[in-house]
């Protein structure tokens, strides 16, 4: 499923125009978004918990030439999924 089946399935469960779905996907990712850069989590109870991560520096290898190459560290988007949600996949 991409973004605008997500935003279609939305708009059909909630009975909403898919204008209306959209900006309210949007509004729900952008604040996702602006929780994680501050380093708060987000839980969506029994979807799931949404947080950010730290990945050190390290060294790493250039696949053509084989060369060292350093990696900076970086700040990474977590997700953990709820109970609710993995039972539902089985």
């Known amino acids: 499923m991409n973004k605008?089946?997500?935003?279609?399935?939305?708009?059909?469960?909630?009975?909403?125009?898919?204008?209306?779905?959209?900006?309210?996907?949007?509004?729900?990712?952008?604040?996702?978004?602006?929780?994680?850069?501050?380093?708060?989590?987000?839980?969506?109870?029994?979807?799931?918990?949404?947080?950010?991560?730290?990945?050190s520096e390290r060294v790493g290898r250039n696949p053509r030439t084989g060369a060292s190459i350093r990696i900076e560290a970086a700040k990474v988007p977590k997700f953990r999924p709820g109970k609710a949600l993995k039972d539902a996949l089985n």
């Open 4 to 55: 605008t089946e997500l935003i279609d399935c939305i708009a059909q469960d909630a009975d909403v125009p898919k204008a209306i779905a959209s900006r309210a996907l949007e509004a729900a990712l952008k604040g996702i978004e602006v929780a994680l850069k501050k380093g708060d989590s987000v839980t969506l109870v029994g979807f799931g918990t949404f947080t950010s991560g730290s990945r």
